[in-house]
């Protein structure tokens, strides 16, 4: 793939929305893209599993998905190459396991960044480093502010389920 087909996608992911008018450090992101493809039904990423890469849905349709207590798998979203689609991009902050799995619903192809040369780049642009490091942390802060609002609603859930079947008194 073209150098500049890259930067044109890189362009519309938000990750690197502040780098849109920037060529030269979108042009360094880019050499460090490599490519990788999968067929439907494979599985891009394992949860449980170190990472090191941040993908970039290039084409294709993914599901995201988690397994529960009882290792159930169900699906928390789906993403497709319209909406400019990432995912691991935790990999690129730390060596944790992944914290979902991500299957092919479709045939995909993604751009790939990969921790060390991220961080290799980082040292090399200290500016690109910190403004993909803010969107990333950005990003987190998002999900994690939607997370706990999510687990204030499931607790008052609880609470009244618990109070419905007799367990506590309802409070008003």
């Not at 921790?115 to 642009?125: A, I, K």
């Amino acid at each position: 793939m073209a150098e500049q087909e890259i930067i044109e996608k890189l362009k519309k992911v938000k990750l690197f929305n502040t780098l849109e008018s920037d060529e030269e450090r979108l042009a360094k992101l880019a050499r460090i893209v490599t490519w990788q493809e999968c067929k439907a039904g494979d599985e891009v990423l394992s949860e449980g599993i170190e990472g090191s890469d941040l993908y970039i849905l290039y084409q294709g349709t993914v599901q995201i998905q988690k397994r529960t207590l009882d290792q159930e798998l169900y699906t928390i979203t789906t993403l497709t190459d319209q909406e400019d689609a990432f995912f691991g991009e935790l990999a690129l902050m730390d060596r944790e396991v992944r914290s979902a799995s991500v299957t092919a619903v479709t045939d995909c192809e993604f751009l790939v960044i990969n921790r060390e040369d991220f961080n290799r780049l980082g040292e090399e642009d200290p500016v690109l480093g910190l403004l993909v490091t803010r969107a990333i942390g950005k990003e987190l802060s998002k999900r994690l502010r939607r997370a706990n609002k999510d687990i204030i609603i499931l607790f008052q859930a609880l609470v009244e389920q618990v109070a419905e079947s007799g367990g506590l008194e309802k409070r008003a």
